[in-house]
């Protein structure tokens, strides 16, 4: 039976905060855990209903509408900006705040072989209950690094790499050259993009077209997760 102490920890995690402070976060469901615990990251406590918590407990420390039948709580892999690494294609997160959205990069990132992703401080926390359940396990294979975006980018230009972003006046990107595993590709905040600062970084500024191209946008701009699937798959479809 689960004390009040234990659920009172658990629920705690899902605030940013805490999570800072105890260094653990929440994973939920059978495929996640699974990968989980095959990660080599601690686990510190594993919950199993009819094992050890009951499914109402469960209910209590679930943070999904739906509450599956396991949960643990593990440590949180530390990956700073400090000594950045660029290992093939690598994204960087400007402000990008929904959870929802970050987690779906994430899962966009693991599938077309991005191993690194940087993230500005404001840009939404990998390791929240929502996000790791978005990711569906793919936050535990990416290294998501949190710091300041500006050492990064001026890193990758020393390195001879070329910066990417999406900007409406940019070049359209079915029609320029891109090299289809080198380079930071940055996306930007949900409702202002790019900030001016990383934007000054900007090597190559990209579009992403509306079709047809007459027609001109029918929408004021696409959602930030579904351009970084468009802009990733076009990369890698010229390797």
Request: charged share 20%; proline share 7%; net charge neutral.
């Amino acid at each position: 039976m689960l004390t009040k102490a234990e659920i009172k920890r658990i629920r705690s995690l899902g605030d940013k905060a805490a999570r800072t402070a105890e260094g653990l976060f929440v994973a939920e469901g059978e495929k996640i855990v699974d990968e989980l615990l095959r990660s080599g990251l601690r686990v510190e406590a594993l919950y199993r209903v009819g094992e050890n918590v009951t499914a109402a407990e469960m209910e209590r420390i679930s943070f999904l509408r739906t509450p599956s039948r396991v949960l643990a709580v593990a440590e949180i892999p530390h990956h700073s900006n400090d000594r950045p690494t660029f290992e093939g294609l690598c994204l960087a997160l400007d402000d990008v705040q929904d959870p929802g959205n970050v987690g779906t990069i994430i899962r966009l990132a693991d599938w077309f072989g991005v191993r690194h992703i940087y993230c500005s401080p404001a840009t939404a926390d990998c390791w929240s209950p929502k996000v790791v359940q978005a990711t569906m396990g793919a936050v535990l294979r990416a290294k998501v690094h949190y710091g300041p975006l500006q050492p990064v980018l001026q890193a990758a230009r020393m390195a001879g790499l070329p910066l990417y972003g999406t900007f409406l006046e940019g070049e359209n990107i079915y029609q320029c050259t891109l090299p289809p595993d080198r380079g930071v590709i940055v996306m930007g905040n949900e409702g202002r993009g790019i900030t001016a600062e990383t934007a000054a970084a900007v090597t190559h500024k990209l579009y992403i077209p509306p079709y047809p191209p007459e027609a001109g946008p029918t929408s004021e701009s696409l959602n930030v997760a579904t351009a970084t699937g468009i802009v990733l798959s076009e990369f890698r479809r010229r390797g």
